[in-house]
């Protein structure tokens, strides 16, 4: 795990856990360093932990390590001048995935409501089960191990169906030129959600999926300025 901090800074600042993404069967977070360094230099404690790969792990393996990720991160900022009320989660592709269904699904054990907000970046598998109904999971890029051969664990995976009135505010990236499969699953995410969160809408960014994350390593991207507006809202 990385924890990325600012300097001296005068009061409890506000935690980012960020989840890297790779078709749940690749990435690792030594990527992501200078996006942790760029939000760390803003003013946000930033945390990128790793997770245990497919076909070593299926997606409730991957899950409870984020959820761990989280639960160590509530229990421990406060000792790197973190505040532990104001901790949000954010992931790209399969991260975000992994991050929403980590505080959404009530058996890993995260108090959703402890959360203080989700930022979904170009996020893949927030409907597995309406995608692998229409695909089903074979040995290619180790589906077959990530989600298993049985519908009720596909469901079980997918965040669209816990949410609820404790579902924490979210803030949502989708790009232009992205995956159809991303497309259409975020919208039926935001379908679904709006009537919880009635006032929230989905940012689309004119970019292919890659440049949806990469975007973070130049410091001056438009979306640091938006996340922290986010977190300053949801921190209120």
């Known amino acids: 795990?990385?924890?990325?901090?600012?300097?001296?800074?005068?009061?409890?600042?506000?935690v980012l856990i960020f989840v890297h993404g790779g078709n749940w069967d690749s990435g690792r977070k030594g990527i992501y360093d200078l996006l942790g360094r760029n939000f760390a230099k803003k003013g946000i404690i930033t945390i990128i932990p790793n997770y245990t790969l497919s076909p070593d792990a299926n997606y409730n393996g991957?899950?409870?390590q984020v959820a761990a990720a989280i639960k160590w991160a509530k229990n421990n900022v406060i000792q790197y001048n973190g505040n532990p009320n104001q901790v949000?989660?954010?992931?790209?592709?399969?991260?975000g995935h992994l991050a929403a269904l980590a505080v959404m699904n009530p058996k890993y054990g995260v108090d959703a409501k402890s959360i203080s907000g989700i930022i979904l970046n170009d996020a893949a598998g927030l409907d597995m089960k309406n995608y692998l109904e229409e695909n089903p999971p074979t040995a290619k890029n180790n589906y077959l191990t990530t989600w298993t051969r049985d519908p009720q664990q596909w469901k079980d995976a997918s965040p669209i169906y816990f949410l609820n009135n404790?579902?924490?505010?979210?803030l949502i990236y989708v790009g232009d030129?992205?995956?159809n499969s991303i497309k259409v699953a975020n919208s039926r995410f935001l379908k679904a959600l709006k009537p919880f969160q009635p006032d929230v809408t989905e940012i689309r960014i004119n970019k292919k999926h890659a440049a949806m994350v990469t975007q973070y390593f130049n410091s001056n991207s438009d979306r640091f300025e938006e996340i922290i507006e986010f977190v300053k809202l949801q921190s209120k």
């Open 1 to 14: 795990m990385f924890l990325f901090r600012a300097r001296r800074p005068s009061k409890p600042l506000p």
């Open 166 to 170: 404790s579902t924490p505010p979210f």
């Open 62 to 64: 991957m899950t409870k």
């Open 88 to 95: 949000f989660i954010t992931g790209h592709s399969a991260g």
């Open 177 to 179: 030129k992205t995956y």
